[in-house]
Antibody, heavy 121, light 107 residues
Framework: HVLLQESGPRLVKAAETLSLTCGVS????????WSWVRQPPGKGLEWIGE???????NYLPSLESRVTISVDKSNNQFSLKLSSVTAADTAVYYC???????????????WGKGTTVTVSS | DIKMTQSPSSLSASIGDKVTITCQAS??????LNWYQHKLGTAPKLLIY???RLETGVPSRFSGSGSGTDFTLTISSLQPEDIATYYC?????????FGQGTRLDIK
């Protein structure tokens, strides 16, 4: 039974870098993608990006210049870094596991509980 | 990016009612469509994957249908614990994209 848990600072100053880690317990599979999704206040879910166990990544184009997602297999975790944050980056951030169907990964079947990050001016 | 449009944006129904939520993709996504239930303060929960496949452990009153650009989530008999916001998500093309959500509450 896989569990995910987000951790990191809840308050980040504008123009600085948001850093979150997702700890994976119960199985850090090599045939899954590991994803980040966020929900700004009063808005819907937004996919940020994902990382494969080999380190390959995919990002939301509108965030690609500011985002880095990486994997740390030795510690069973993966991380999100978002640079030059503004108030628009204030959101609940979720980590999630993506499994495949017919060769395409994108079924988000395990989620962390989420962590609220506020960008302050 | 593929745009996902859900309707309605909000919905009120009575316990026991049949509830239908629709999701339309801006281009053909085959069956690469998932549905999630999201309750306030909790993690989203996968209900349906590949348009019509029920995730393990999800009650059978939930069902999904559709392919191509038009999809439907149906709750056959609404229960109090179904009050939540529902999202569709396509994963046929990167970036994955979600619908704007349908908020479901009790009439």
């Amino acid at each position: 039974h896989v569990l995910l848990q987000e951790s990191g600072p809840r308050l980040v100053k504008a123009a600085e870098t948001l850093s979150l880690t997702c700890g994976v317990s119960g199985g850090f599979s090599t045939n899954k993608w590991w994803s980040w999704v966020r929900q700004p206040p009063g808005k819907g879910l937004e996919w940020i990006g994902e990382v494969y166990h080999s380190g390959g990544t995919n990002y939301l184009p509108s965030l690609e210049s500011r985002v880095t997602i990486s994997v740390d297999k030795s510690n069973n975790q993966f991380s999100l870094k978002l640079s030059s944050v503004t108030a628009a980056d204030t959101a609940v951030y979720y980590c999630a596991r993506a499994r495949a169907s017919s060769g395409l990964f994108g079924i988000l079947d395990v989620w962390g509980k989420g962590t609220t990050v506020t960008v302050s001016s | 990016d593929i745009k996902m449009t859900q309707s309605p944006s909000s919905l009120s129904a009575s316990i026991g009612d049949k509830v239908t939520i629709t999701c339309q993709a801006s281009q053909d996504i085959s069956y690469y469509l998932n549905w999630y239930q999201h309750k306030l303060g909790t993690a989203p929960k996968l209900l349906i994957y590949d348009a019509s496949r029920l995730e393990t452990g999800v009650p059978s009153r939930f069902s999904g249908s559709g392919s191509g650009t038009d999809f439907t989530l149906t709750i056959s008999s609404l229960q109090p614990e179904d009050i939540a916001t529902y999202y569709c998500q396509q994963y046929d093309n990167l970036p994955d994209t979600f619908g704007q959500g349908t908020r479901l509450d009790i009439k």
